[in-house]
């Protein structure tokens, strides 16, 4: 009998041990299975958390200024022109050619400095007082052109955040509504409510600083091509100057 429980008890410690050492391995081999949530899922859920009336409306007010503000920055680096090369280009062609080939130099180089230059030559047969009035009636609609569609990146920036306040606004009437209905005051009646709230603020204010970035580096580029502009109309105006009294 004492044997027959030996034998037992030493078959249940086997097993048992098996059945640890078992175990064990299939918890070591076993992968972690932690899921990881990429950043573009978290923003989807988020913006879809956050309503789709508003957050559309915001997402447009993205698309539209970013779009705008593109163009113009693509416009305004094309614009930009060697004014002082130019300058002295048309210096030269005057030398030798006249008023015509320095047209024609004015013809081939792009750029507003170069049609305020092309305009101011047309008037040069004329007079200098002629010329000089050319340079700046033309050199105040260049000025329009580079600055065509800027407003509306302003009202975006301006509007979204708006939007989001707007949001924000219904999100919290919506909490006290559904408070007002239940008759009484708990957390998950609120939270809805107050998430959707800042998430529409938020995205708001991260469209609004974006699309400034944007506004303020084109108004600096605009602001640097109309000093440019009009320090080369003086030296514009300089040269025919020379010109007219035979000093070229």
């Avoid at 913006?47 to 993205?62: A, E, K, N, R, Y």
């Avoid at 693509?74 to 006249?98: C, H, M, Q, R, W």
């Avoid at 998950?188 to 991260?206: E, N, R, W």
């Avoid at 640097?224 to 007219?244: C, G, H, P, R, W």
């Amino acid at each position: 009998m004492k044997r027959s429980l030996s034998i037992l008890f030493t078959a249940a410690m086997t097993f048992g041990v098996t059945g640890i050492a078992s175990a064990t391995a299939l918890i070591q081999d076993e992968p972690e299975t932690v899921e990881k949530v990429s950043f573009h899922q978290v923003l989807k859920d988020n913006f879809i958390d956050g309503g789709p009336i508003f957050m559309s409306i915001v997402l447009v007010c993205l698309i539209l200024g970013l779009a705008i503000a593109i163009e113009r920055i693509i416009y305004l680096n094309l614009s930009t022109t060697n004014s002082k090369k130019l300058a002295a280009d048309v210096e030269d062609a005057l030398k030798t050619g006249g008023i015509e080939a320095a047209k024609d130099v004015c013809r081939n180089t792009k750029g507003p400095v170069a049609s305020i230059y092309y305009q101011g030559l047309d008037r040069a047969d004329e007079s200098i007082e002629a010329a000089e009035k050319a340079v700046v009636a033309y050199g105040g609609v260049q000025m329009g052109q580079l600055e065509k569609n800027v407003s509306w990146v302003s009202l975006f920036i301006a509007l979204a955040p708006m939007l989001g306040f707007m949001g924000t606004v219904i999100g919290m009437i919506g909490s006290f509504n559904s408070i007002e209905e239940a008759g009484t005051m708990e957390p998950s009646l609120v939270a809805g409510g107050i998430k959707v709230a800042l998430l529409t603020t938020v995205f708001g204010l991260i469209v609004a600083i974006i699309l400034q970035i944007f506004y303020n580096y084109i108004v600096a580029k605009i602001d640097s091509i109309v000093n440019d502009m009009e320090d080369a109309s003086i030296t514009l105006i300089d040269i025919l100057v020379d010109y007219k009294n035979g000093k070229l």
